[in-house]
DNA sequence: GCACGGTCCTTGACACGACAACTGATCCCA
DNA sequence: TGGGATCAGTTGTCGTGTCAAGGACCGTGC
């Protein structure tokens, strides 16, 4: 076993914050939402992705990717989308094995009566009190964790 | 209902790698800790808060605030660490509502014994990847978006 | 044409966090 | 000194994620 190298006194208080915001931003977001519009940002984000994708549909396996989120996850929460009616899944023709996933005409609705309010909470909670440079930082510095964190590049967001 | 202030293409893009980050590192932690030390990210860090306190020791109101968790997660947290007997709860003898947290020996051993493949696992997911430079915009960064997701300071992580 | 490995997705069982309701203890002020 | 408000923590229930297993389908080798 080697000698293990500590973290240094910035390293460590850098570390802490980042861990905080990890713990901390997903519960406000999903309060927001949840209160607002009685969905998790997990759903919202769901329903994001497909109304930004051509035919607002992608197959399971892409957006799943797209969200970062596990297929079973996925799975599970578009079970929950389709009983709602904002989701539809569609066997795909060429390949039986996918299915598409794809935003009704509702949950087209929802999203666009949504999305000023959350937009509203991300401005208040990261972008405003940030300066346009450190948001170019900010991009930097996430894109490199990123690249750790997912070296395949599954979610697309990264461009190098 | 007033207009809502759209984000614009590089607010977008930084906002979508933090969710990624977000969605993505807790995964990272969880399963590196859980493999090697049978351990989620969150008890680690519970151990951790508990390691670096005066006497090993700290109320629970306090070890919630310093983790970022609510009293409710903590409670079940903590009830489960004391069934392995990492941690032990102590009533304060001046104040009876009050709970003290205290790591045990066995709960210090297994700190010592994880801490080192930890620290591995954030020096290469996000340490290792950024520059002296980056590291400190990165605390910068982290620590206005906690003033606005935490106004209280509960966590004390902040300085400001 | 069929078997076998790999892909795509779903399902069910379990673990954990959020929320609300509750117990006990302390504080405050009449 | 009592009674209401507040505080510290615990407990129970429910929703949601993870993990392991499985089912359906594709594609290549023979």
Redesign the interface.
């Known amino acids: 076993?080697t000698e293990?190298?500590?973290?240094d006194e910035?390293?460590l208080?850098?570390?802490?914050?980042?861990?905080?915001?990890?713990?901390?931003?997903?519960g406000?977001l999903d309060s927001q939402l949840r209160r607002d519009a009685g969905l998790s940002h997990f759903e919202y984000?769901v329903l994001a992705m497909l109304s930004e994708a051509p035919d607002r549909s992608l197959r399971m396996t892409r957006l799943a990717a797209k969200?970062?989120?596990t297929l079973p996850r996925l799975s599970h929460v578009v079970a929950r989308l389709e009983e709602r009616g904002l989701v539809e899944r569609l066997p795909s023709a060429d390949d039986r094995r996918v299915t598409n996933a794809h935003l009704t005409d509702a949950g087209w609705d929802k999203i666009v009566a949504t999305?000023?309010g959350h937009?509203?909470t991300?401005?208040?909670?990261?972008?405003d009190?940030?300066t346009?440079e450190?948001?170019?930082?900010?991009?930097?510095?996430?894109?490199?964790?990123?690249?750790?964190?997912?070296p395949e590049n599954r979610?697309g967001?990264?461009r190098t």
């Open positions: 076993m293990p190298r500590w973290l910035t390293q208080d850098a570390w802490k914050r980042l861990v905080s915001v990890v713990e901390l931003l997903p406000v984000y969200t970062d989120a999305a000023p937009v509203e991300v401005r208040t909670h990261v972008v009190p940030l346009d450190e948001i170019g930082q900010l991009d930097t510095i996430a894109g490199k964790i990123l690249e750790r964190l997912d979610t967001v990264r």
